[in-house]
């Protein structure tokens, strides 16, 4: 059965304090990898999609990496700002109907 | 207006009652999604459209029904749902059905008395 588990559940950092959120997953044939952050009262927003083991990108304090097991996001020097919930999720190659599955996410707080 | 909007954005109804909620995507996206986010639980992909055509039932109740009159209007009818229904509703949008992300709205924050 394809899977998403992302540790840590909650992450407290302070500010300047680098850290990496772990997303491990299952799947049967991975077609796609993808981060959105949410923050509250609002839908996901899109931040990266990794296809292949080996591949990172980069955006502004956060890089994503993806190994064939698991995804890390990388998040040097935060700041407040940074502070929401991350999501990964991953599509399988198999089948045809763009299905995301979603990892019940990391809560990060970023105190100054 | 840009990206996805979802209206309501709160939603309060009894069990007995008939309500939909709407989803309107200005991204040009051909392929339309709904998903249902509980708390303490991962997002729960509930429906599938491409083209105005259904492609992913997810095994959902038959109290949530869904309509896609068109590329960039979705909408998800409710009636008489149970406590349990209480959730966030999200709307997603994507190019196609292939690896493109899904762009989401806010969703409707439902609760039912």
């Known amino acids: 059965e394809d899977q998403v588990t992302q540790s840590p559940e909650a992450l407290r950092l302070q500010e300047g304090e680098s850290s990496s959120l772990n997303c491990s997953y299952t799947?049967?044939?991975?077609?796609?990898l993808f981060w959105y952050r949410q923050d509250p009262g609002k839908g996901p927003e899109f931040l990266f999609t990794?296809?292949?083991a080996g591949e990172e990108k980069e955006k502004e304090r956060l890089k994503a990496t993806l190994t064939k097991k698991e995804s890390f996001l990388h998040i040097t020097a935060p700041k407040p700002e940074d502070s929401a919930t991350y999501l990964c999720?991953?599509?399988?190659?198999?089948?045809?109907?763009?299905?995301?599955?979603f990892g019940q996410g990391t809560t990060l707080q970023v105190k100054p | 207006e840009t990206g996805v909007t979802q209206t309501p954005r709160h939603l309060v109804m009894g069990m007995t009652n008939k309500k939909s909620l709407k989803c309107e995507q200005h991204?040009?996206?051909?392929?339309m999604y709904w998903y249902k986010q509980s708390a303490k639980k991962p997002l729960e992909l509930m429906f599938v459209?491409?083209?105005?055509?259904?492609?992913e039932n997810n095994s959902v109740p038959s109290r949530f029904s869904p309509e896609c009159p068109n590329s960039s209007h979705l909408f998800l009818h409710l009636h008489t749902l149970q406590p349990e229904d209480s959730a966030l509703y999200l709307c997603?949008?994507?190019?196609?059905?292939?690896?493109?992300?899904?762009?989401f709205g806010d969703g409707t924050r439902l609760s039912i008395l």
């Open positions: 997603a949008s994507s190019q196609d059905l292939g690896n493109q992300p899904q762009h």
């Open positions: 459209y491409s083209l105005e055509e259904r492609v």
């Open positions: 799947v049967s044939g991975l077609r796609g």
């Open positions: 991204l040009g996206h051909n392929a």
């Open positions: 999720a991953v599509q399988a190659a198999a089948g045809n109907t763009g299905k995301l599955i």
């Open positions: 990794l296809y292949s």
